[in-house]
């Protein structure tokens, strides 16, 4: 089993940044998809951002690409969302999530992730 934890949540003010995290336990060892997903109060939950653990290759939604950088601390077991210039739409419940995978795996559908944290809220308003 792998235990994530979410932190780092908060309010931040338009134009502004924040830095998340997705601290792993547990079973550790191996190779995973990890995606960080988002639900804005009465919206349904969207991918935001994916990295693979095997290569650190990431991806991202359009809707953030340019703004939030995704990054891995190995020694930390911990996965990172920096997320610049905040917009008020960015407001919601950020979550990570794994999905063990033997490959080299930038690809995090919802449907296939294997764990979940209970989330970060991130409020952007002024």
């Known amino acids: 089993q792998l235990q994530l934890v979410e932190s780092g949540g908060d309010l931040v003010q338009p134009g502004g940044s924040l830095r998340l995290s997705c601290a792993a336990s547990?079973?550790?060892?191996?190779?995973?998809?990890i995606g960080w997903f988002r639900q804005a109060p009465g919206k349904e939950r969207e991918a935001v951002s994916c990295l693979s653990t095997l290569s650190g290759r990431t991806a991202y939604a359009a809707s953030v690409e340019g703004r939030i950088h995704v990054f891995r601390d190995n020694a930390k077991n911990t996965v990172y969302l920096q997320m610049n210039s905040l917009k008020p739409e960015d407001t919601g419940v950020y979550y990570c999530?794994?999905?063990?995978?033997?490959?080299?795996?930038?690809?995090?559908?919802?449907?296939?992730?294997?764990?979940w944290g209970k989330g970060t809220l991130v409020t952007v308003s002024s």
């Open positions: 547990g079973f550790t060892s191996g190779t995973y998809a």
């Open positions: 999530a794994a999905k063990r995978t033997p490959f080299d795996s930038t690809r995090c559908p919802e449907s296939a992730m294997d764990y």
